[in-house]
C-alpha cells in the first residue's frame, strides 16, 4: 500500500509513519491501541455465537428466497408459461441467458456500490427491487416482458452474492467462512424444496385468467419483498458499526478477525490494489474455474424439462424436485465438512465433489432412456458439481486480502460465473432432445477441466507459502500509526496499528499465508 499512504505519512516523535484514516480498514480506529494479546477462547466462542444468531438466519433466509425466485422460470415451465407466454424453447433459453448478460453487465458496479455504501443497506435495497421485479413475472405474458423483468432481476442480483462475500469475510475468520458460505448458500436446496411444494399447492388452483405459473410468482414475490424489509431494519453493514454488538463486543469482534491479515473494509478505491487484482495469476485461474464449473448451472432451469422428458409425469415431476433440494444439501453440507479438514482442504475438497457429478453425467448419456429410475439417480448424482463452486466462493475471502483488491476479485470471478451460466442454456436445443447428448457431453468436459483448475490453483498457493516461509520477516508495516478519533470527533494522540489493519492486500503482507 505504499503508493497510497506517501501522501498521507507526517511527521511523529516515532519512527513509523502516521496514516490517513482513508488509507486503513476501518476496523484500524476500533483495534488501535488494544494490544497484541490474543482473545479469550471463551469469549472468542461466545461472540461468533451471538453473531452467528443475528447473522445466519438473515443470511440463509435471503439466500433461500434469492434462488428460489431466480428459479421459478424453471418451474414455471412445467406450470404453463411456455404456452401462456407463447415461448419457444429458443426464447425460454434466451430468458435464462439474459439474467445472466445483465448480471455479468452490472457485477463490477455492484462490487464498487458495495465498497462505497453500506453493505446490508445496499443488499435491501437491491432485493426489494428484485421483490417488485418478479412480482411483475406475474402479469408479463410475452417474451418481450419477460426478457425485461429477468434482465431486471439480474441486475439486482449482482449484489447478493458478492455481498454476501464480503460479510462473511467481515465476521468470521478464514476457518470459519467455508462452513458459513456453505450454511447460506445450501438454502438453494431448501428453496428447491420450498418452490417443489409450493407448486404442487399452485397446479391444484383453479382461477379464471390467472394461470399455476402466475401464482408461484405472487408467491414468492411476496415473501422476498417482506424479507428485504426485515433485511434493511436488522441485517449489519459491518463488526464496526453492528447495533446488536456493544462498543465493546464491536472492538472485540475486529480483534477476533485478526488472524485473517485482511482487515474488515476499507471505503476508499486504491488503484494501485485494482491493478494488482488484475494481474495477480490466481485472480484469472479463479475466473476460469468459476466459468467453466457453472455451465453445469444452466440445469437449474432446465431441470424440470429434463426430468419431465424421463418419462413422469407433471405431478410426479414437481414432487420429484424437492428430492433434487434435499440432494443439493446434503452434497454442499458434506463438501464443506470435506473441505475443513486440513489435510483434504479447499481444492481437494471440491476434486472429490467432481467426480460423482461427472459419473452422473456419463451415466445419463449412457443409460437406456427406458431407463428412467437409472437415469434420475444420474441426474440426481450431477448435483455434486454444485459444491465446488461454493467452497471456492468461502475461499476466495481466505486468500485474497486489501478491501479494493477483494471486492475487485469477487467481480471478476463472478462476471466468469455469469460468463458461464449464460452460455449453458444455448446447449439445451430442440434438436438433442430427449437425450441432449452434446450437452451432458459439455457438461462432463467441464466439470472435469475445472477439477485440474483446483488443482493448479493449490498447486500455486502452496509454493507461495513455501516461498513466504524460506523469507527473513519483513518489518516494513510492524510500526505504524494513525490518530485515534475521539468520541466527540475531534483527534487524539497517536496509537500503533496493526498490521492485519492496515488494509495491505496479501501480496504486500508477507505475514499472511494462503489457505489450501
Known sequence: MESSSDHSEKK?????????????????????????????????????????????PLMCLMYLMTFADKTTLGQSAVLGILNDAHLSRTQFNWLGTIFYLSYLGFEYPQNLALQHLPVGKWMSLNIFVWAIALLCHAAANSFGALFAVRFILGV????????FMIVTAMFYTREEQNKRVGYWFLMNGLAIIFLGFVSFGVVHTKTERFHPWQWLMIITGLITLVTSVIFWFFFPDSPASARFLTPEERVLAVQRIKVNQAGIENKHWKKEQFIEALIDP???????????????????NQRQIIVKDFGFNLIQTTLLGCVDGVVEIVVIWAGVMLASFPKIGRAYAGVLMFIPAILGAILVNTLPFSNKIGLLFSYWLNIFGITPFVIVLGWIGAI???????????????????????????????????????PWTIITICNFVAGLVLLVIRLVLARENGKRNAEKHDDTYDDVYIKKVLSDGTLGEEVRVDKAFLDLTDIQNRDFRYVL
Request: hydrophobic share 45%; aromatic share 6%; charged share 15%.
Open 12 to 56: 511523529s516523535k516515532h519512527s513509523g509513519p502516521t496514516l490517513d484514516a482513508q488509507d486503513v480498514d476501518v476496523a484500524a480506529q476500533l483495534a488501535a491501541g488494544s494490544g497484541d494479546a490474543p482473545l479469550d477462547p471463551v469469549v472468542a466462542t461466545r461472540l461468533r455465537r451471538k453473531i452467528d444468531l443475528h447473522l445466519m
Open 156 to 163: 439486482c442480483e449482482g449484489a447478493i452474492t458478492p455481498g
Open 282 to 300: 490466481k485472480t484469472w485461474l479463479l475466473a476460469l474455474f468459476a466459468a467453466l464449473s457453472q455451465v453445469f448451472n444452466s440445469l437449474t
Open 400 to 438: 485474497t486480502a486489501g478491501h479494493t483488491k477483494r471486492t475487485t476479485v469477487n467481480a471478476i470471478v463472478l462476471v466468469a460465473y455469469g460468463v458461464g451460466n449464460a452460455a449453458g442454456p444455448f446447449m439445451w436445443k430442440q434438436q438433442y432432445v430427449p437425450r441432449n447428448r452434446v
